[in-house]
């Protein structure tokens, strides 16, 4: 057996003595270390009693199903008068502007008048009827006569009187008189009519021009004054400077350029939500009226029209907004914008596994459609989770 060195030997009874003083202090025992625990919130877990007070603000529900639309653009645009909806006036006949009797910005009811004309082409087409009129009463005096000769011809034919070219001369002249009568009848309608176009009595020679609203709508532009004279329409009149222009503005069109990549998410006939910057905090609804046929090859975008109701007139040309269009819905797990978290830089949901306990669970969340948002990944439906008050345990 070797021997022990005095240094071990000190160690030795040093180490005796410590746990002698330890032992002897009036019987007490030293405590043991328990195995270690990890707390409920690092193990994931996070409980809250139920008879608690933050318990009773916390609100838990499933996972719900939706239909939301997989895709959505959303497009600048402005707002433009509906080109169905406008009539630029023309001047009927040529003449001489005697009186305007509206002015720029006015409401005009459909056949209110607008403006009187002085024109010599009103007493042309006077003229001209009396004439029709004149020429239609020759005409039917020269075919009663006609049907007369030919009635006499044929009677005296049957006796054997006169030769039988004479009742075909008669026959022939009889043709001659019931087409001119016909044309005549033909004329006179026409010279009429435009008397009625005109609003002319037949009777009367110097008579104004009255020009009147071809529409319901707002006065855009006044183009012309008393005194001016403007020239009829014709191939060779510049008719690009009406009269007056009047717009109906009671439905208004909305022009966006929707990006080529997301002109399938736009189908005519189908709603589309509209945001105006004058109105920050509405949305208005319209509906696709029509799709350019042509791509913009400068920007890469597609013109798309959607029509708006603008009964309470608030809507004007011109205004900037953008419009927003969805693809087709499908069924898919959404959570309220409410339920989730930031922690991180991650989303968070808090899922619930028994009464007054929850889970920390990261969720991929598409794009949010209004206070909603798809699950893609993290629950699904079934899950319970907090709706309300999740942010009471964002800390803990």
Known sequence: MKAVSPLVGALVLLAGAVLGTACGRGGETAPVAAPSQVPADRAGLIVVPPDSPQFKQLRVAPVSVAELPTDEVTAPGRVIIDPNRISRVLPPVGGRILKVMVRFGDQVEQGQELLTMDSADGDAAVSAYLQAVSTERQTKAALEKAEADFSRTSDLYEHKAVAEKDVLQAKNDLATSKSSYEIAQAVREQTRRKLQLL???????????????????????VNVAP??????????????????????????????????????????GEPVSITLIAFPDEVFMGRVTRIADVLDPQTRTVKVYAELPNTAGRLRPDMFGSLRASGRPVRQAVLPLSAVVEEYGKRTVFRERAPGQFERREVTLGPPRGDLAPVQQGVGPGDRVIVDGAMLLKDR
């Open 199 to 221: 609003e002319l009595d037949p009777n009367q020679f110097h008579q104004p021009i009255l020009v009147r609203a071809p529409i319901t709508g707002r006065v855009l532009d």
């Open 227 to 268: 005194g001016e004279y403007r020239a009829a329409i014709s191939f060779h009149t510049d008719t690009t400077a009406p009269l007056l222009s009047i717009a109906d503005l009671s439905t208004v069109w909305f022009a966006a350029e929707v990006p080529e990549a997301s002109i399938r998410l736009v189908r005519a």
